[in-house]
C-alpha cells in the first residue's frame, strides 16, 4: 500500500492532511508493507513527525517505507530521528535547532522529564527567571502526564520539536494515538459531546477529567498566558476537533479525518526579547 505526502505545516491544513493518512479503513490491504511517498512533499514542519507517527500507528504492517523524499527534508528527518524510527536510515547527530523525534512509554516520565531538561536549552526560549523556568517545564511534563493518564495509547507518547531561528519560533509538540479528548469528557460528563465541544470544555480553567484529589489544567494556564504575551500558539488536535489559542483569538474548526488521538502543539515566538517572572517574584518595590 502507498500513501501520498502533501505538504506539511503546523496549521489547519497540515493536521488535517495527517488526519487524512491515517483514515485508512476503506482501503483494503495489498501487502504488509505501507510506502510514504513525499513525491509531493516540498515542505515538512520537523516537529510534525509527532502527529505523523500517531497516524501511521492506525497501520498494523510490518514496515513503513519511506520514498521519493526531497534532500532538504530527507536531511531534517534523519537529524531528528525520524527516518530512523522508520528503519529507513540510522539516527544521526542532530545540531542545535533539533527537538529529536521519541517515543515514550505511558510510564517514562522520568525520561520525559530528562529530554525536557536536556533539550530545550538554547532553542531560543526567552529569558525566565529560574522560578518561572521550573514552572514552564512542569506544565509541558502536565501535557505528558495527561497523554500518560488518559489517552489509553497502545503505541505510547510521541515528540519532537523544531527550533528555526531564521523564522524566530520554536515548536514543541507531543502526540499519542489514544482515545481522545471526547471520550474522556464523554465519560466524564456522561453526556454526547463531539470533539470540538469536548476540547472547548477540557480547556477551561479548573476542568480535568482525573479522578485524584491532584488538581489539573494549571499547567495549560501557564502556557496560555505565556503565550498571550509571548505571542505564540497552541494548538490542540483530538480526533476530529482543532482549536487554535493564540495572542488574539482561539478558533475551533471541525476536521474532514478523524486524528487517531490527541495531539498539542506549542509554539513559541523566539524574537521575544522580554524577560518573564511569575507574578509572585514580583515585589511592589519594583514597581515604579
Given at each position: 500500500m502507498q500513501k501520498k505526502i502533501s505538504s506539511i505545516q503546523s496549521n489547519l491544513s497540515g493536521f488535517n492532511a495527517i488526519a487524512a493518512l491515517a483514515a485508512k479503513k476503506t482501503e483494503p490491504f495489498t501487502d504488509d508493507n505501507l510506502e510514504l511517498n513525499f513525491q509531493d512533499c516540498t515542505h515538512f514542519d520537523a516537529n510534525m513527525a509527532a502527529p505523523l507517527y500517531a497516524a501511521l500507528t492506525n497501520y498494523h504492517v510490518n514496515s513503513v517505507l519511506a520514498i521519493n523524499i526531497r534532500q532538504e527534508i530527507r536531511t531534517i528527518l534523519k537529524k531528528n530521528g525520524f527516518l530512523g524510527e522508520l528503519g529507513v536510515v540510522h539516527r544521526v547527530e542532530a545540531d542545535q535547532t533539533i527537538l529529536p523525534f521519541w517515543?515514550?512509554?505511558?510510564?517514562?516520565?522520568?525520561?520525559?522529564?530528562?529530554?525536557?531538561?536536556?533539550?530545550?536549552?538554547?532553542?531560543?526560549?526567552?529569558?525566565?527567571?529560574?522560578?518561572?523556568?521550573?514552572?514552564?517545564?512542569?506544565?509541558?511534563?502536565?501535557?505528558?502526564?495527561?497523554?500518560?493518564?488518559?489517552?489509553?495509547?497502545?503505541?505510547?507518547?510521541?515528540?519532537?520539536?523544531?527550533?528555526?531561528?531564521?523564522m524566530h519560533r520554536l515548536d514543541f509538540t507531543i502526540a499519542d494515538a489514544g482515545i481522545g479528548i471526547r471520550e474522556n469528557v464523554r465519560r466524564h460528563l456522561n453526556i454526547p459531546i463531539n470533539s470540538c465541544a469536548a476540547i472547548a470544555w477540557a480547556v477551561q480553567a479548573g476542568h480535568t477529567t482525573r479522578t485524584t484529589k491532584q488538581p489539573g489544567g494549571l499547567g495549560?494556564?501557564?502556557?496560555?498566558?505565556?503565550?498571550?504575551?509571548?505571542?505564540?500558539?497552541?494548538?490542540?488536535?483530538?480526533?476530529?476537533?482543532?482549536?487554535?489559542?493564540?495572542?488574539?483569538?482561539?478558533?475551533?474548526?471541525?476536521?474532514d479525518y478523524d486524528f487517531p488521538g490527541t495531539c498539542v502543539n506549542i509554539e513559541i515566538n523566539t524574537n521575544d526579547t522580554r524577560n518573564y517572572v511569575l507574578k509572585s517574584e514580583i515585589k511592589s518595590s519594583d514597581i515604579f
Open positions: 517515543r515514550f512509554n505511558r510510564n517514562d516520565g522520568v525520561a520525559f522529564a530528562g529530554y525536557l531538561q536536556h533539550f530545550m536549552k538554547g532553542r531560543g526560549i526567552p529569558n525566565m527567571s529560574a522560578s518561572l523556568t521550573k514552572r514552564f517545564l512542569q506544565s509541558l511534563f502536565e501535557i505528558f502526564q495527561n497523554a500518560a493518564m488518559h489517552s489509553d495509547s497502545k503505541s505510547g507518547i510521541f515528540v519532537c520539536g523544531q527550533f528555526s531561528p531564521t495549560l494556564k501557564l502556557l496560555k498566558d505565556f503565550i498571550h504575551i509571548n505571542q505564540g500558539k497552541i494548538q490542540i488536535v483530538s480526533r476530529y476537533g482543532f482549536h487554535e489559542i493564540a495572542h488574539t483569538e482561539a478558533p475551533f474548526h471541525k476536521l
